[in-house]
């Protein structure tokens, strides 16, 4: 998706370079499924095609990107596809990928090829894949069968709930590619004491709750948060002393947005360094609607009670990073804060790198340590065409220029090479911005930077 985000958007999106939302501009992302793994954060996240078709959601892989801060994420390229499933037709809607003895097991929902909802299981031995479907057949089927939770109580016995507009749940067993027959397949009484109340009825019920659940526990409570209403959705939790209820209703935590385009939303929650973090979409890049959404995150803290605030959606999204860049270390360019106009492509040898750069475009990267300070930037870059330049700015796109690495011909744009300039001494932590120059569009590849 090459999109050029403009200073102003009819008063709508913020500047550029301070938006921290959306966390991805270079593909429309959907259905936001953290998960905390060895002190990285990874979302998981449905994919919105550029091309809308039948004016319905057009979605056919899933994607993951990853995070030590909370304000850089990078990128991994998509993971999965439905065609990864060989009984699948498409929709590649909202799932949530878990860790277990030394697998990531990943539970999506798909349309089978005969027709109707189905909730598959694929596994990794990786983060960031490639997955595989475990067990070659869906794991559930049924109408409404779509947006997979997933959690592991304490005692080790794993729950997955999942439905629209209904809601259910089983035991998976410790292979997590079955579930417990015996417990069956349980389907909650929707009740408005339990999950909030809605003026239309649905089913003959007035429930609250529509679909997207997301299961987690802190302290002693058990928190299921979905998106309700019916459509324009808001977010909404119940609580439960325990994973299999009774819920009780707790309220609404994010109003419908309504200036931002998407009639849908989906949480997703996590604790990381000691902060809590909504996940969630909205429609805010240009372009993005309904079926062209972008996820998004703000921090919060619970209160007192262990309740859930309401929160706000914000441009400015997670304003204090969770820790500061290694700008020493190889940084892979995908590693992006905010960006204007560039894409990111994967290859088989190479990875993801950064791709379609043209004059003005550039990359931004929050709260890099320079330390007692950094003399020399290296690229690893490949061309085709007569190149152009990485103009190295600290604090904003127009500011103090630290140096600049020409970029020349390399013999191909997958002939990579390592190339090095001098920069002014720079110490202390900045966000760094790199700006692209060149006189012809797509004039080279960009797969990872360093100081030193």
Not at 114 to 143: E, M, Q
Not at 157 to 173: C, T
């Amino acid at each position: 998706m090459k999109i050029t985000i403009l200073l102003v958007i009819s008063g709508l999106f913020q500047l550029a370079g301070v938006s921290q939302n959306p966390i991805v501009q270079t593909n429309y992302t959907a259905d936001p499924a953290p998960m905390v793994h060895d002190g990285t954060v990874y979302v998981y996240t449905s994919h919105d095609e550029d091309s809308t078709l039948r004016n319905f959601f057009t979605m056919n892989d899933w994607r993951c990107y990853s995070s030590t801060d909370m304000v850089n994420w990078t990128d991994h390229g998509a993971v999965l596809s439905y065609k990864d499933f060989s009984w699948s037709r498409g929709d590649a809607w909202a799932g949530q990928c878990i860790f277990r003895n030394g697998k990531y097991y990943y539970y999506l929902p798909v349309k089978q090829k005969n027709g109707g909802n189905a909730i598959g299981v694929a596994v990794s031995d990786s983060t960031t894949g490639p997955f595989k479907d475990a067990i070659g057949v869906p794991l559930l089927t049924g109408y409404g069968y779509i947006d997979p939770t997933v959690y592991i109580n304490d005692d080790g016995q794993a729950y997955m709930y999942w439905g629209n507009p209904n809601l259910w749940h089983v035991k998976l067993n410790e292979d997590m590619i079955s579930y417990d027959q015996d417990y069956g397949i349980k389907k909650e009484d929707l009740k408005d004491e339990n999950f909030g109340y809605r003026e239309k009825k649905i089913q003959n019920r007035t429930a609250a709750y529509e679909e997207g659940p997301w299961l987690f526990k802190r302290k002693s409570n058990y928190y299921l948060l979905y998106p309700a209403g019916g459509v324009p959705e808001h977010l909404a939790y119940s609580t439960s002393a325990s994973v299999t209820g009774p819920w009780t209703y707790g309220d609404t935590i994010m109003h419908v947005i309504k200036d931002r385009g998407a009639f849908t939303n989906h949480p997703g929650y996590i604790e990381f360094k000691g902060k809590s973090y909504l996940f969630y979409h909205n429609g805010g890049l240009p372009g993005g609607g309904g079926f062209k959404r972008s996820v998004c995150i703000e921090a919060f803290e619970f209160n007192a009670d262990g309740s859930i605030p309401l929160i706000e959606p914000t441009w400015d999204g997670v304003k204090e990073s969770a820790s500061n860049l290694n700008p020493f270390t190889k940084v892979q360019a995908e590693t992006i804060a905010w960006e204007e106009g560039i894409e990111t492509a994967k290859d088989e040898k190479i990875g993801v790198y950064v791709t379609n750069i043209s004059n003005g475009d550039y990359i931004k990267v929050r709260s890099v340590d320079f330390g007692k300070g950094a003399k020399k930037f290296e690229a690893c870059v490949a061309s085709a065409s007569s190149g152009g330049s990485i103009e190295i700015r600290v604090d904003n796109k127009e500011g103090s220029l630290l140096g600049s690495l020409e970029v020349a011909n390399t013999g191909g744009d997958q002939m990579w090479k390592t190339l090095a300039c001098k920069i002014t001494k720079t110490k202390g932590v900045h966000d760094v911005y790199l700006v692209f120059k060149g006189g012809e569009a797509d004039f080279f590849n960009f797969d990872w930077w360093t100081f030193n």
